[in-house]
């Protein structure tokens, strides 16, 4: 599988990835880094419009997405 990377709608990496993405009934953490419960890493900065699908979109369809979803901007 390919995993990618868009910001405002541009590819700007991605890289292959063979294992499966698990889920184990455990929490989803975004912009921290957790080992076994104990959180570390955590990310100084914003997460802004985190979403996530259940299939994989062409580099068209996230443009459009890009192009077409209002954002606010505070």
Request: proline share 0%; with cysteine.
């Amino acid at each position: 599988d390919l995993h990618k990377l868009y910001v405002n709608g541009v590819l700007v990496a991605s890289t292959s990835f063979t294992n499966d993405i698990l889920y184990d009934n455990k929490s989803i953490f975004l912009g921290r880094d957790v080992d076994y419960g104990n959180g570390s890493g955590s990310l100084h900065g914003d997460l802004d419009d985190v979403r996530i699908y259940g299939s994989a979109f062409t580099d068209q369809q996230v443009l459009d997405l890009y192009n077409t979803v209002e954002c606010n901007v505070f």
